[in-house]
T-cell receptor, first 109, second 113 residues
Framework: RKEVEQDPGPFNVPEGATVAFNCTYS??????FFWYRQDCRKEPKLLMS?????NEDGRFTAQLNRASQYISLLIRDSKLSDSATYLC???WGAGKSTFGDGTTLTVKP | DTGVSQNPRHKITKRGQNVTFRCDPI?????LYWYRQTLGQGPEFLTY????????KSRLLSDRFSAERPKGSFSTLEIQRTEQGDSAMYLC???????????FGQGTRLTVV
């Protein structure tokens, strides 16, 4: 079993849809959590950190459930430009991080 | 541009040759990471530096791989006797001490033929 697991998708949704991704992790000592976005053949870019209380940035909402060891990302009112691969990242110490393999989202007109 | 810079962007080499990649982190970042990424996979951690000290190394980092960060600024990743399985994108990232929010360079795409 991988340390960080994501549904690879692809998720194909129409513009304006709401879509949610989940990510589960196995290391209970994990300390910090992030979502990154990666466009095709580009580097990952930090989308948002994930806090225990949940956090929102515009159309994006991230949630953390430590008891069940999963994090989620909700995208509301999807735009064509949201099409990308979304990577979940779990850190359990300085320099100790594991990426999921990503979930691919395609938003269609 | 004050982001993470990697050179070269692309490298094609023959099997058995040695290659070296360079990473210049964001100037005030003292944490530096190397990752490897293949198609359809997330980045796999290779190694981590805090200033000039290499504090973590993945089991993936065989003895053909070596990384340095001699003055705590730029870093190099060398692969000796390259194999076809080394073909991948090699990504460098940096972060401020005390934070895990890492910023990535554009990567070096290695093709071993």
């Amino acid at each position: 079993r991988k340390e960080v697991e994501q549904d690879p998708g692809p998720f194909n949704v129409p513009e304006g849809a709401t879509v949610a991704f989940n990510c589960t992790y196995s290391n209970s000592a994990s300390q910090s959590f992030f979502w990154y976005r990666q466009d095709c053949r580009k580097e990952p870019k930090l989308l948002m950190s994930v806090y225990s209380s949940g956090n929102e940035d515009g159309r994006f909402t991230a949630q953390l459930n430590r008891a069940s060891q999963y994090i989620s990302l909700l995208i509301r009112d999807s735009k064509l430009s949201d099409s990308a691969t979304y990577l979940c990242v779990v850190n359990w110490g300085a320099g100790k991080s594991t990426f999921g393999d990503g979930t691919t989202l395609t938003v269609k007109p | 541009d004050t982001g993470v810079s990697q050179n070269p962007r692309h490298k094609i080499t023959k099997r058995g040759q040695n290659v070296t990649f360079r990473c210049d982190p964001i100037s005030e970042h003292n944490r530096l990471y190397w990752y490897r990424q293949t198609l359809g996979q997330g980045p796999e951690f290779l190694t981590y530096f805090q200033n000039e000290a290499q504090l973590e190394k993945s089991r993936l980092l065989s003895d053909r791989f070596s990384a340095e960060r001699p003055k705590g600024s730029f870093s190099t990743l060398e692969i000796q006797r390259t194999e076809q399985g080394d073909s991948a994108m090699y990504l460098c990232a940096s972060s401020l001490d005390g934070t895990d929010e890492a910023f990535f360079g554009q990567g070096t795409r290695l093709t071993v033929v």
